[in-house]
């Protein structure tokens, strides 16, 4: 379609832009970070979903795994004495800036970690078989997370956690440095799967979507080639659900950190809408999909949870090759009508 | 837990109680496992949204009842209707476009799509908060009050029984039903024989959905409902079906009853409110466990 | 030395015995045939060999493995591949693609994020030319004719640089024009890189010109083998065949 050089270029132009826009717009600077937040889901979510052809309901673990993980370190890493197992809801901790930051790199960075380990684990048990059994079995993970962690009073049971302040002493505001972070990582996670996608690993995984009896006629590992796609997920997603944490100030197993009918709704969306088994689909989904939800929901009130619903549906039934899919099948089609036509 | 587990043990008849309330409450997953094999087997169509329809069935019970006055067991009959007709609705407008479809995806995405508009339809219209509709008939007391057994369990049961053997009937000797399981057979054949290969599907999905709304009815008498907690019926449905097999009727009867009281007693022992991470772990063991054991013997799980 | 050594093989589906103490023995570098009319178990055996379902009873070795109750992942990566009669190809994936994929990429792990290597590549271009899909090669797949995903289906066997390929009815629905070809390319194959073949056929012309031992299989059993000239001489072949 386009050229690298000429992807590269928007991009370069596309990030400068994105770098400046929280000054011009100072009040939207939440939003705008959740769209970076959404590029993260939708990506990890298409890695499996769309280029290797096995949906995942329940890739909303990690995205609370990561979360409590990271609040956990940063609670505990440099309080001490506190009585934390009564009423951890409202246990509020106040770190200093050099605290703050060192205990939220250490806690995304544990959460990822746990992350992995959790999807390798689940993976070798439920990647080995069908993707149909698979979505079956990742349906109902979110929801058993949710519950487990509802009953767990370490983590706050079903009130939750609260995330620690922000050192308020620092020039740059919150809302500022979580959105350069988040812009940071949603720019890595988009090179580095970009690679991935460009390499023999990411020709494995579409190959599995496209024929896997035959990949694994031809001896391919093809369980070790998901479990693998589904742990780079598990890494991000983790990260991911680590800031958000922190951005919402507040961690609640069933409506945040496992919530399915928000977060982990809105990757498979915006993957398909976008255009699922492309690079560019997702991020093309994820600024489309968040950007009409914000702006739409206020004239909605209630019903928009509603339109989404719908919205879904639609795109799943009548437009499942999402955006780019379509235009990548009109210039296929014509590809193939130009070759041909210089056969004998 | 260890207490839990030491009070089934030194009391046998609270485990016997759990069981039992289990077997009762089982006859209804059954019921919904079935109608979900139904199309798995006819149409391979694999329906995220059974649990939906279920909780659909239970709110038109809860207003009906509520709403109109009207008993909640004589809504059954009413609910059935409607929900036959929803089931036609949906056939027509989604599942009819995804017939013949070879990506499975397409149908799994499109079911989940519709199972999420249901859930925020139901949102909207009921609110978020747990209902239900028990008609409150009292409780049964068996050798000397060891056994409790709430007589709305006991109808439901009745009730169950009775609409599965007017399936299986209607599945035997019917012409529909004769349609319907030619066509689950062959598909081509029965269309060059005559047979309107458009009305069967229809009408499979559509009783299905039938199925589902009568489950429903019995579900929010028997317990509580509210619009997000369909995931776990269609949990609980994929996993009978998984465990007994797409063409076993007598199967799913027993898995359903099976899986029901062993949730029972898990519950007790673990916690009522890990009900979901309770299925949950047990549908992935039964997976996990059946996939090294095919692999064993060179085979594959369809 | 015998590269597969098939001994009694038994397989019955439901009722019905496809296969009943069939042997054969595949010599290294050679090109065996096996024929037999339609419904005489050629296939399932094939299938058995492979790892396609397990087997009844028997034994099967491969390059000295007993390989019955390995899957067929296992038994490809050991250096046994096959082909079928409906072409399996990567249908949305371009030839090109199709070919990188089929390389040995799980070899190495380290280098399985970086795209193809040259030389992959380069062997990629040799054998679409070798199978006459040079030109084809940025189409997909799935839009090639059925002779030409045959022919793509077995450049991709290739590209793995297999020590024994089973073909099922290799010139079944190929335009006859092209037969004497793909043929062609099936005897270089074994002569310039020594790939043992084992191949089901219908077409006798076919099989009596390549192959140098073959096997007749009727009604599940093993009726006759021997060279080309003594089994089409052989009055139980002929009779199989025209049915008694």
């Known amino acids: 379609m386009i050229t690298n050089d000429k992807q590269n270029t928007l991009i370069w132009l596309g990030l400068a832009i994105s770098a400046i826009v929280p000054l011009i717009l100072p009040n939207h600077i939440t939003v705008l970070t959740y769209i970076w937040v959404m590029i993260i889901l939708a990506l990890t979510w298409d890695m499996l979903g769309g280029q290797t052809g096995y949906t995942s309901f329940g890739n909303i673990l990690f995205f609370g795994v990561g979360m409590y993980v990271c609040a956990v370190v940063q609670r505990d890493m440099f309080s001490s004495g506190l009585d934390r197992f009564e009423r951890v809801s409202e246990v509020v901790v106040s770190l200093n800036a050099s605290e703050y930051f060192i205990s939220l790199a250490v806690g995304t960075f544990s959460g990822a970690i746990v992350a992995v380990i959790l999807a390798v684990i689940l993976g070798s048990g439920i990647l080995g078989m069908r993707g149909h059994y698979f979505a079956i079995c990742t349906l109902g993970l979110g929801h058993a997370a949710a519950e487990i962690a509802s009953g767990i009073d370490y983590i706050g049971a079903g009130s939750g956690m609260v995330a620690p302040l922000y050192p308020s002493e620092l020039l740059i505001g919150k809302e500022v440095f979580y959105y350069y972070a988040f812009l940071l990582v949603a720019v890595a996670t988009f090179f580095l799967f970009r690679k991935i996608y460009r390499s023999q690993f990411g020709l494995a995984l579409n190959a599995i979507r496209d024929n896997e009896n035959k990949a694994e006629s031809m001896g391919i590992h093809t369980t070790q080639y998901k479990i693998a796609g589904w742990t780079i997920s598990a890494f991000f997603l983790a990260i991911a659900g680590a800031g958000v944490g922190n951005v919402i100030g507040f961690i609640d197993p069933v409506e945040i950190a496992f919530s399915g009918p928000t977060f982990g709704v809105w990757m498979i969306v915006m993957a398909i809408l976008g255009g699922k088994g492309t690079i560019w689909g997702p991020v093309l989904g994820a600024v489309i999909l968040y950007s009409a939800k914000e702006t739409f929901w206020t004239y909605l009130l209630g019903w928009d949870k509603v339109a989404l619903g719908l919205l879904i549906l639609i795109v799943v039934v009548y437009f499942p090759k999402g955006i780019i899919g379509y235009f990548k099948d009109r210039k296929q089609l014509s590809n193939s009508i130009l070759s041909q036509k210089g056969d004998s | 837990m260890i207490t839990y587990i030491k009070i089934l043990i030194t009391s046998p008849e609270f485990l016997a109680q759990l069981i039992i309330n289990g077997l009762l409450v089982g006859a209804i997953f059954a019921l919904i496992a079935y109608g979900l094999a139904l199309i798995w087997g006819v149409m391979d169509i694999i329906n995220f949204a059974q649990g939906e329809l279920v909780i659909f069935g239970g709110y038109l019970t809860y207003t009906l009842f509520y709403q109109f006055g009207i008993h909640p067991v004589l809504t059954i009959p009413i609910v059935a209707v409607l929900l036959y007709l929803f089931g036609l609705l949906v056939y027509k407008t989604v599942i009819n476009r995804l017939l013949g479809e070879k990506d499975i995806f397409i149908t799994i995405l499109a079911t989940f799509g519709l199972a999420i508009l249901m859930q925020q339809l139901m949102q909207a219209i009921f609110g978020p908060d747990v209902v239900t509709a028990n008609p409150e008939l009292g409780m049964l007391f068996l050798f000397d009050g060891a056994l409790i057994i709430s007589n709305i369990q006991l109808v439901s049961f009745v009730i169950a029984v009775f609409v599965a053997i007017v399936l299986f009937v209607l599945m035997k000797y019917s012409r529909m039903g004769q349609a319907i399981r030619a066509t689950a057979q062959n598909p081509r054949a029965s269309r060059i024989l005559g047979i309107n290969i458009e009305k069967v599907y229809a009408n499979t999905f559509a009783i299905n959905a039938a199925l589902c709304g009568i489950g429903g009815s019995l579900v929010v008498m028997v317990w509580t409902i509210h619009p997000f907690i369909g995931l776990v019926y269609t949990f609980r449905s994929f996993m009978i079906v998984i465990l007994a097999g797409l063409g076993n009727f007598m199967g799913i009867i027993f898995a359903g009853m099976g899986i029901s009281s062993l949730e029972n007693v898990t519950g007790f022992i673990i916690g009522a409110e890990f009900q979901a991470a309770v299925i949950f772990c047990l549908l992935v063991i039964i997976l996990v466990t059946r996939s090294i054991k095919a692999r064993k013997k060179r085979q594959y799980i369809q | ?244």
Not at chain 3, 48 to 76: C, M, R, W, Y
Not at chain 3, 194 to 200: P, Q
Request: net charge neutral; hydrophobic share 40%; charged share 20%.
């Open chain 3, 1 to 244: 030395m015998e590269l597969l050594n098939v001994k009694s093989v038994a397989k019955s589906y439901g009722g019905v015995i496809a296969n009943h103490d069939v042997s054969l023995k595949v010599p290294k570098g050679k090109i065996v045939g096996i024929i037999g009319p339609n419904g005489s178990g050629k296939t399932t055996l094939f299938n058995s060999i492979v790892g396609h379902h397990p087997i009844d009873s028997g034994e099967i070795h491969f390059n000295g493995k007993e390989i019955s109750s390995l899957t067929i992942p296992k038994i490809a990566r050991l250096g046994m591949l096959r082909t079928f009669q409906q072409t399996h190809i990567y249908g949305k994936m371009t030839c090109v693609q199709n070919m990188q994929i089929s390389s040995n990429i799980d070899a190495d792990w380290k280098r399985v994020f970086n795209p193809f290597s040259k030389e992959v590549d380069e062997m990629v271009d040799e054998l679409l030319s070798f199978v006459g899909l040079y030109k084809k090669r940025f189409l997909l797949a799935g839009d090639l004719s059925f002779g030409q995903q045959k022919l793509l289906e077995f450049a991709m066997a290739l590209m793995k640089k297999p020590k024994i390929l089973l073909l099922d009815e290799p010139t079944a629905g190929v335009n006859p024009t092209l037969i004497n070809g793909l043929i062609d390319r099936l005897r270089q194959v074994n002569e310039e890189k020594g790939i043992t073949l084992l191949v089901i056929e219908h077409n006798m012309r076919v099989i009596m010109n390549l192959a140098e031992h073959i096997y007749c299989l009727a009604n599940g059993t093993m009726l006759a083998d021997g060279k080309p000239e003594e089994i089409q001489n052989d009055q139980r072949v002929i009779d199989a065949y025209l049915g008694n």
